[in-house]
């Protein structure tokens, strides 16, 4: 089992910035997936970006251009740099783990609010 300890999230204003951490720690295999997971009330959860430790990262259309995903190996930590957000980036971000044969491991979620 792998455990996720997120931290970052918090009240912006529109067009302001944030960075999320998501730390891993236990059983990590040196091949995975990171990344971020979202939802906003109402909707279902939905892909905001990942990462592998082979050095592919995906975006979902609607934060390309604004969000950066980035890993410390070192640390076992990935980052989402979240620029120019949106009152719709509105939502808990969730961090996920995942590798082959095993079922994804999940943070805790963080609030992430953007309002005047």
């Known amino acids: 089992q792998v455990q996720l300890v997120e931290s970052g999230g918090g009240l912006v204003q529109p067009g302001g910035s944030l960075r999320l951490s998501c730390a891993a720690s236990g059983n990590i295999f040196s091949n995975n997936v990171m990344g971020w997971y979202r939802q906003a009330p109402g909707k279902q959860r939905e892909l905001v970006a990942s990462?592998?430790?082979?050095?592919?990262?995906n975006y979902a259309e609607f934060v390309k251009g604004r969000f950066t995903i980035s890993r410390d190996s070192t640390e076992n930590t990935v980052y989402l740099q979240m620029n120019s957000l949106k009152p719709e980036d509105t939502a808990v971000y969730y961090c996920f783990y995942a590798t082959i044969g095993r079922r994804n491991d999940w943070g805790q979620g963080t609030q992430v609010t953007v309002s005047a």
């Open positions: 990462d592998s430790t082979g050095g592919r990262t």
